[in-house]
């Protein structure tokens, strides 16, 4: 990934905005930028969502494949995420296999989804020991404009939400599919909040320009029932316990907030998901 500076200027005024609590865009240190949640837009896929957080764009599909399991869980399906950086959302971005970049941004989000154990991985399995569902959900950046995480997070969210996997029925050791749809097991509706560090000063959805001069990332994500069950530091600098207790509290209550758009979008009966 090659390198974007900031003017020296205008990273100077962001510095100087974070620590009076307000920001070059406007906002003030927890407003979030404007959610929208597309769905449906990939017709290959089993399930599909553009994301956009302000200018940033993500979408992300979901596909199915019957695999093996793995030996240690040899009873339960596979969920694999993959993020890709497409060149021209960003000078930043070059052509070629994934960078560290990349593979931290989908770490951090298959961490968010699989902690929050989102997908019941033991109603993917077909034949014990022998075969499985595998889920790929592969996380596409169209349009950086800053925190790319929790677009992407989001986006994945919803493309599971609103996908459906293929019915499968056994002949001994074979797998046939129906040709009929189910909705995928999915248990909770976990929500990534990214807050970032400038001076002595949190905030929520940092700008691409705010991610240039920040000290450091805290990504946060929290279950429905407001339980944290994931947690990731980014960049070199320090959140003292405080800090820490501080962001915990903010990123919590984005998250009811986030969420609650996301029900909405997609029209969800919050009190069904965990019922397939």
Aim: net charge negative; aromatic share 4%; proline share 5%.
């Amino acid at each position: 990934m090659s390198q974007r500076i900031v003017p020296t200027v205008k990273r100077r005024q962001i510095i100087e905005l974070s620590e009076s609590g307000r920001r070059m865009d406007g906002r003030t240190l927890t407003d979030y930028r404007e959610v929208t949640i597309q769905t449906g837009l990939v017709e290959k896929a089993e399930g599909s969502a553009l994301v956009s957080i302000g200018g940033t764009k993500v979408i992300a599909g979901i596909k199915f494949e019957v695999g093996d399991p793995f030996p240690d869980i040899p009873n339960e399906g596979v969920m694999q995420v993959g993020a890709e950086f497409v060149p021209f959302a960003s000078p930043e971005f070059e052509p070629g296999k994934p960078d560290e970049v990349a593979v931290e941004l989908a770490r951090v989000v298959d961490r968010g989804l699989r902690e929050s154990k989102v997908l019941d991985t033991t109603k993917l399995c077909l034949i014990p020991g022998k075969k499985v569902w595998i889920v790929h959900v592969d996380v596409y950046i169209l349009d950086h404009c800053g925190n790319l995480i929790d677009a992407a997070a989001l986006a994945a969210l919803s493309a599971m939400l609103t996908a459906s996997m293929p019915e499968a029925c056994i002949e001994g050791d074979t797998v046939k599919l129906t040709g009929k749809r189910l909705p995928m097991p999915l248990t909770d509706i976990p929500i990534n909040i990214t807050l970032a560090k400038i001076g002595n000063k949190l905030f929520v959805d940092p700008s691409f320009e705010e991610e240039e001069v920040l000290d450091c990332r805290l990504s946060v994500a929290f279950k429905q029932n407001g339980m944290l069950c994931a947690m990731q530091k980014g960049e070199s600098g320090y959140l003292t316990p405080e800090e820490v207790l501080r962001a915990v509290e903010i990123a919590k209550d984005k998250s009811q907030e986030i969420r609650k758009k996301v029900v909405e979008s997609l029209k969800l009966n919050c009190d069904k998901v965990g019922e397939y």
